[in-house]
Every structure is written in structure tokens, then in C-alpha cells.
């Protein structure tokens, strides 16, 4: 009876797997609070006039771009992580495809508004040329990882469509990373990090947000490769 009543107990039931099927998700809409509601503050700011700081001056000179990588950048983050939900891919597929057609101009528009702001907004005087370089090459990687998911799954390709938009959905979250690793550098130094930690520490979210997802994304031992057929059933 003890026996068999472990045995059961070792059996994972419906409530739980759903339960995890929910952990990614919830832990990417935690990961993108932070630059969302920095977001939202620099929106309302805009919106009421102030106050204008040496930072903020060059958003209220031209706010156009960032108001437009707020919202896009907020679209993205929320809608791509319930990308991530299978239960909800598996019972409201026709969502999956309707918030998908979002994403992709929503990502498109953060990676090129992105671009516009690091090239033409006066630069801070912690943003090193390296730091710099960094955004650059991440948003131009953000713009591919789209642009390469979307065709992919024009092709009903679903695997590299997948790959390549998680790959896209990593870069556009380095903020939310970057809390995590510039926080311990402000906690040890009790002041913010210089233009070239700061450059590094920026980078390094960047880093661990693909290495994590290119892990999650490679293919596991006995998967089906891509467009592998099914072996036909043998008749006995």
C-alpha cells in the first residue's frame, strides 16, 4: 500500500505540469517590470512636462522615438512572454497567431527606434564607444532574429521560427537583465558603475539572455529534426 501510494505520488499530475508550463512566462513578465515601468514614468513625464533633467533633455527635444520605443518595447516584452505559455499556444492557437502578427512589428519598431536613439540622441557621459558598439550590434542582431523567425515561419518552418524569435525576444530583454547585473556592482560599490563596467555589465545581460536561450533552443537527444517525417506505422 506504501508502495503504491509513493508511486502515485511520483506521477505528475495535470494541475501540476500546468503549474510550470506557467513558470517561463511569469518569470518574463517579472524580469520585464523593471524597464516597463521605467517606461511608464518616462511616459508620464513626457505627457505632463517635466521635470527636465540633463538626462531627460534630449527625450523632450525629440520624444517621438522614445515614446515610440516605450510602447513598442512594452507590446513585445508582455504579449512575447506569454509566447512562451504552451498551454496557451495549445488551447488558443489563433491567439498565438494574432498576438505573433503584434510582435513582430512591435519588435521591429524597439530595435529600429533603439537604433534612431543611440545614434542621434546627444550621448550621456557614461555611454562609452563601447557601450555604443554593443547596442548597435544588438539591435541590428534584434532586427535578423525577427526578420529571420518571421520568414521562417512563412515556411512553415515552426522549429527555426521559434529559435530565431526567442533569439530576437532575448535581445530586446537586456534591460530587465541588466538590473540583475548592474544591482550587485551598486550594492558592493554603493555608486553606479563607470563608462567602461557599465559598458561591460551592459553587455554581459545581452550575453547570459542568448546563452540561456540558445541552451533552451537547442535541439534535445531523440528529437525529430525539422521537416523529419514520422516513421509510417508498421502493419502487424
Do not use: C
Not at 214 to 232: D, I, Q
Amino acid at each position: 500500500m506504501t508502495e503504491l501510494t509513493s508511486t502515485r505520488r511520483s506521477v505528475p499530475t495535470r494541475g501540476g505540469r500546468r503549474k510550470r508550463e506557467w513558470l517561463v512566462p511569469a518569470g518574463l513578465i517579472a524580469l520585464s517590470a523593471v524597464p516597463v515601468v521605467a517606461g511608464a514614468t518616462r511616459l508620464s513625464q513626457l505627457t505632463g512636462g517635466g521635470p527636465v533633467t540633463a538626462n531627460s533633455a534630449r527625450y523632450f527635444a525629440t520624444p517621438f522615438p522614445v515614446v515610440a520605443h516605450i510602447v513598442a518595447v512594452t507590446l513585445f516584452s508582455l504579449l512575447g512572454a506569454l509566447q512562451f505559455a504552451p498551454a496557451l499556444r495549445r488551447r488558443a492557437p489563433r491567439w498565438h497567431r494574432i498576438s505573433g502578427r503584434v510582435l513582430v512589428p512591435a519588435g521591429l519598431v524597439t530595435a529600429l527606434s533603439g537604433l534612431w536613439m543611440t545614434l542621434f540622441y546627444p550621448h550621456l557621459p557614461d555611454d562609452s564607444a563601447l557601450l555604443v558598439g554593443v547596442r548597435l550590434v544588438v539591435g541590428g542582431g534584434m532586427i535578423v532574429s525577427i526578420v529571420l523567425g518571421f520568414a521562417a515561419i512563412r515556411r512553415r518552418d515552426v522549429a527555426r521560427h521559434r529559435a530565431w524569435m526567442a533569439r530576437g525576444y532575448a535581445l530586446g530583454m537586456g534591460a530587465g537583465t541588466q538590473v540583475l547585473t548592474i544591482m550587485p556592482w551598486v550594492v558592493l560599490t554603493g555608486g553606479q558603475p563607470g563608462p567602461l563596467p557599465r559598458a561591460l555589465l551592459m553587455a554581459l545581460a545581452w550575453v547570459i539572455n542568448l546563452a540561456v536561450t540558445e541552451w533552451a533552443v537547442r535541439p534535445r537527444p531523440g528529437a525529430r529534426k525539422p521537416g523529419a517525417r514520422r516513421p509510417a506505422p508498421v502493419s502487424p
